[in-house]
């Protein structure tokens, strides 16, 4: 296992150094969904692995579940302005996916894709060297259906909606293509340091 991240509470000058502009600090951890919460059972998940419209790999819940565990303890920032700290997780990095499906750096850029048609591009600088992962544990436990349970793609260190909630794959592009969010007015990157929340921020 591989822990990174802050711990403890932080003092007042620690905070104004980890929430960025705009934001608020909660304690508690909203609910969010562009759409219904799907119900995905894990003995029905899968997770695939796409280079444009090919299939690379395909794994089951319990394929999946072998995969390298990694735990992030990394503060979290929504476009809707707020902040929760310290959240701890654990699932498998990008970099572990990539290793097993015997591939490095595929293309420039990914889409994840999700059980309910949700969809948002990132770089794969973004996704490699520790950045991201799949996350299966919230807090020590599964991760809960209204939080994206049983998966979903964390990239803490941009806005929230790139973490996309009910994942079910990753499809490398050679282009930046606009996901669900990006193409009705989001920024397509989602800095929250440059408070990049809509597409000429």
């Not at 790139?162 to 930046?176: I, M, Y």
Request: charged share 20%; glycine share 8%; aromatic share 12%.
């Amino acid at each position: 296992m591989v822990t990174r991240g802050f711990t403890g509470r932080p003092s007042g000058s620690e905070l104004s150094e980890r929430i960025p502009p705009g934001q608020h600090l909660v304690e508690n951890f909203p609910v969010l969904t562009a759409g219904p919460t799907p119900r995905i059972e894990p003995a029905d998940w899968t997770f695939t692995l796409k280079v444009g419209p090919r299939p690379v790999k395909i794994w089951n819940w319990s394929e999946f579940n072998a995969l390298p565990r990694t735990r992030m303890t990394r503060d979290i920032h929504c476009v809707t302005s707020w902040s929760k700290l310290n959240t701890a997780w654990e699932g498998v990095t990008i970099d572990d996916i990539l290793a097993d499906a015997g591939m490095s750096a595929p293309t420039p850029f990914a889409l994840a894709h999700c059980y309910d048609g949700y969809s948002t591009n990132v770089p794969l600088a973004d996704l490699a060297a520790g950045k991201a992962m799949v996350a299966l544990n919230y807090e020590g436990q599964p991760l809960p259906r209204d939080h994206g349970g049983p998966a979903r793609l964390l990239v803490p260190h941009l806005y929230f909606w790139k973490s996309a909630k009910w994942v079910n794959g990753l499809q490398f592009t050679e282009r930046d293509e606009a996901g669900f969010w990006e193409l009705r007015g989001y920024h397509i990157y989602g800095d929250p340091w440059r408070e990049q929340r809509y597409r000429n921020d």
